[in-house]
Every structure is written in C-alpha cells, then in structure tokens.
C-alpha cells in the first residue's frame, strides 16, 4: 500500500524545502505545482488567474499520483493545502483509492515569512515565483490552518 503525504502550510513558511528534504528521506514522488506553473507561464501571474492554473496542475498531479499509488509507489503532494475543504476532499480521494496518508503542516511566522520572501526575491532561485507583498497580502488571509482533529504533524519553521 503506497503512502501519500499532504504538505500544508502558507506562502513561504518553507513547504518546499520540507518537500524535498521528505523526498529525499523517504524516497517518494513530489508533485509541486508552483514547480509547473513556472514552466508553463514563466513570470509573474496575475493573482486573479494563480488559482485557476493551480488547481488544473494539481488535477494532472492526482491523476499521475493515482497511477503511481496503483505502483506501490509513495507521494509527496506539496499542493499548500489552505484549508479544511481542500485537505477533505484529498484525504477522501487518498483514502478512495486504498492508501495511506499523513499531513503535514509547515507553520512559520508572518514576520519571518516575509523576511524569508524579501531574502528569496533579491536572489530568485529557478523553482520559485517571485511574491511582491501585494501578492502576499492577496492570497495570506485565505490560509486556513490545520486544526487539531485533522490529526497532523506540526513542521515548526520559526
């Protein structure tokens, strides 16, 4: 039975970092969508439009991770998870498809994060958008974190 993890955590509180190094540890396939996205429209999108090709990034990744699953194989979905909705319906989808999972929550500060954003724009790396604090501001509010009955294992970032 293959085990899929959810990373959850907001904008900068360090969920790729952790993907990666949970990739590396336990050797399983990452899907990160803002990794996509930035192959398929490089520069900055509009924060209107983030959403929607987001979320057809994740459908292809679950339809790679349902096949990869029927392999036996492990999955890591660095997919942010920002709320209660989305972690429900993934969680179902795992558990509709016979295998395990474990949530993540990446928890880093507000005025950490946005230090760590400030730091990560001046030196962009490849496999990072650049997020202007009005960017920040648009997408910070909607973060729903995890609350206790969702059964997560706390990733401290501070």
Not at 3 to 20: C, D, E, R
Not at 115 to 129: G, H, Q, T, V
Request: with cysteine; aromatic share 16%.
């Amino acid at each position: 039975m293959s085990k899929i993890y959810l990373v959850a955590g907001q904008i900068g509180s360090g969920k790729t970092t952790f993907s990666k190094e949970l990739e590396s540890r336990t050797g399983a396939f990452r899907f990160s969508p803002d990794e996509w996205m930035l192959k398929l429209c490089p520069g900055e999108i509009r924060n209107e439009e983030f959403d929607h090709y987001f979320f057809i990034c994740c459908e292809i990744a679950w339809k790679l991770t349902k096949k990869l699953s029927e392999k036996g194989l492990d999955i890591i979905l660095d997919f942010g998870f920002w709320n209660r909705e989305l972690r429900d319906k993934y969680i179902q989808r795992i558990i509709g498809i016979g295998a395990e999972y474990k949530l993540y929550y990446v928890y880093c500060p507000e005025e950490t994060i946005r230090e760590r954003i400030k730091a990560r724009n001046e030196s962009l790396p490849n496999d990072c958008f650049r997020i202007s604090d009005e960017a920040f501001n648009f997408f910070s509010p909607g973060f729903q974190p995890p609350s206790e009955d969702e059964r997560f294992e706390l990733i401290d970032n501070s």
